[in-house]
């Protein structure tokens, strides 16, 4: 016996499998790539995704160690249009400089670079010259789709997966005239499609820590 559903039923299942699809947390597949423990909770999933689209807004620091895991696993990755990164420090937060490319200047050009580079790279981070149209945002994120490369941006991106914002900064100690800087808290508001939530993030001689 068969069971006919009208247009308005078929609307009303699809909407429910993709709230049962959002709902449903991430399976251990190809679409995850190596994310830091400390970071998984401000991502939808747990994790960073191939052909998704990530933004940071407020610390490069977070955005690169957001690509530390990736690039611990072996993969390639890529950081665009930042001239003023400190190599040094991009080996501390657990980058592998044999396998980095950079593009510190690419002018007006950076975001056809980051979808060529999406074709070898696992992941890639860029500073944009300015906000992409909605056209070069769709056009870039069918390629990383394609590809399987995830993009981590610093700035806003429109149709991102997930969205970081640094509200707080601190760092501590510093003694009255002498010491270093050892441990920077972040405080990060993240958007995605679970809502606003508030996270704590720590990084200790650079690397991160648990909180």
Known sequence: ??????????????????????MQPL????????????????LPGGALRRGSVTTVQGSLQLGLALLAAVSASGA???????????IEATADLGLSLERLVLVPSPGTHGLGIA?????????????PSGEPRPDEAARLAARLRDHGATLVVLGPWQGAE????????????????????????????????????RHRVRFAGGRLQPC
């Open 1 to 22: 016996m068969f069971e006919y559903v009208s247009m308005n039923q078929l609307a009303t299942v699809r909407s429910l499998q993709q709230r049962i699809t959002e």
């Open 162 to 197: 997930g969205n970081l914002r640094v509200t707080a900064s601190r760092w501590s100690g510093l003694g009255f005239g002498h010491g270093m800087l050892q441990t920077h808290d972040l405080t990060v508001e993240s958007r995605d499609r679970r809502g606003p939530m």
């Open 115 to 127: 979808g060529t580079l999406s074709e070898v790279l696992s992941a890639v981070l860029i500073r």
């Open 76 to 86: 390639w990755c890529g950081v665009i249009g930042v001239p003023e990164l400190g």
């Open 27 to 42: 399976r251990l597949d190809e679409r995850a790539l190596p994310t830091p423990p400390e970071l998984r909770g401000l």
